[in-house]
């Protein structure tokens, strides 16, 4: 199981991250725990200038905006 985390404030882009990582999973048949992360503090934690970010498994693997579909494919 993949521990995912998108990390942003709450932005039209942020939600649609999390429903794009919802929707691939769940059509590869993947079991994810899917966290949002909203808190400045942790976000910048994460070294993440821009959002959304994703991270998986304790590593920043997107940043500034909605992934591409085929690269959320890809992380599956």
């Known amino acids: 199981m993949k521990d995912i985390k998108v990390l942003g404030t709450g932005c039209a882009n942020c939600k649609n991250t999390v429903k794009l990582i919802e929707e691939v999973a769940g059509e590869m048949g993947e079991q994810i ?5 909203e808190e400045l503090q942790k976000i910048m934690s994460y070294g993440v200038m821009a959002t959304p970010a994703v991270v998986i498994d304790g590593t920043v693997v997107h940043s500034g905006g909605v992934p591409a579909r085929s690269k959320v494919e890809g992380w599956f």
């Open 33 to 37: 725990a899917l966290e949002k992360v």
